[in-house]
């Protein structure tokens, strides 16, 4: 069964950081582009970051360029998300997704051609 499974979400201060990782199962993901997308309590699932099948290509969102770097390991089928100097409005439930054969191509940044999604994890920034 394919799966994705984040982790590492948390409580951190303004001004912190958090590493989120994404373990993925029961699928090669090797030729897929991987991401990240958040949503805050009462706004719709917005796009963070994506990365293509080798890590020569990412994207961001423009408010977390400069602060958060993505990044994947193919060997172990995994992609992380470091997150430094978090603000409050970072604040949301994380999810990583996976769109499946797109790696080759420029990281898509729309929910729609994501096909696989982890269950999420929470990030808490206090001000």
């Known amino acids: 069964q394919e799966q994705l499974v984040e982790s590492g979400g948390g409580l951190v201060q303004a001004g912190g950081s958090l590493r989120l990782s994404c373990a993925a199962s029961g699928r090669t993901f090797g030729r897929d582009a991987l991401g990240w997308f958040r949503q805050a309590p009462g706004k719709e699932r917005e796009f963070v970051a994506a990365?293509?099948?080798?890590?020569?290509?990412?994207v961001y969102t423009n408010s977390v360029k400069g602060r958060f770097v993505i990044t994947r390991d193919n060997a172990q089928n995994t992609v992380s998300l470091q997150m430094n100097s978090l603000k409050p409005e970072d604040t949301a439930s994380y999810y990583c997704a996976a769109s499946f054969y797109s790696g080759y191509d420029t990281p898509p940044s729309s929910y729609g051609d994501y096909d696989l999604w982890g269950q999420g994890t929470q990030v808490t920034v206090s001000s």
């Open positions: 990365i293509n099948w080798s890590g020569s290509m990412t």
